[in-house]
């Protein structure tokens, strides 16, 4: 399963904790996440964070926090989530301005526009492309 995502796209939110369990729950099955963020400069915002936690490998643990949380995803949301799993702040504004960081969002984004997607989720299933939010159980049958 291929994910692009945005971080505030609710869908996304919605489909966030039925991947995981899919992905726990099955050894078959592995989700990939791509983020593509569309929605507002939070979105990008968001996701350089996300990906510059990846460098502490807290990357997973950071994106999970954020899609999980209760109500809208703010800065102070962000950096208390980041205390708590406890990423070193002084590092990740390092990290932060790494090219790889940039390089990744317009690799995605290039992806995305090539072959089609035009907003979040957009979930490839196999080889079968899904716009839109896709139901765990729709997932399911649709994994071969």
Do not use: W
């Amino acid at each position: 399963i291929i994910e692009f995502f945005d971080y505030k796209c609710g869908y996304c939110v919605k489909m966030h904790p039925e991947l995981v369990e899919l992905a726990e729950k099955r050894n078959d099955t592995r989700v990939v996440l791509l983020q593509l963020p569309i929605l507002s400069e939070m979105s990008v915002k968001i996701s350089k964070m996300v990906l510059a936690a990846n460098y502490q490998d807290k990357g997973f643990d950071l994106h999970h926090a954020i899609l999980t949380q209760k109500g809208s995803i703010t800065e102070e949301k962000i950096i208390n989530i980041m205390n708590e799993i406890k990423i070193n702040s002084e590092k990740i504004s390092k990290d932060l301005e790494r090219k790889e960081i940039e390089d990744a969002l317009h690799i995605t984004s290039f992806i995305a526009s090539a072959i089609g997607v035009r907003g979040t989720p957009a979930v490839f299933i196999n080889s079968d492309f899904n716009p839109g939010y896709v139901p765990k159980n729709i997932i399911e049958e649709l994994l071969y």
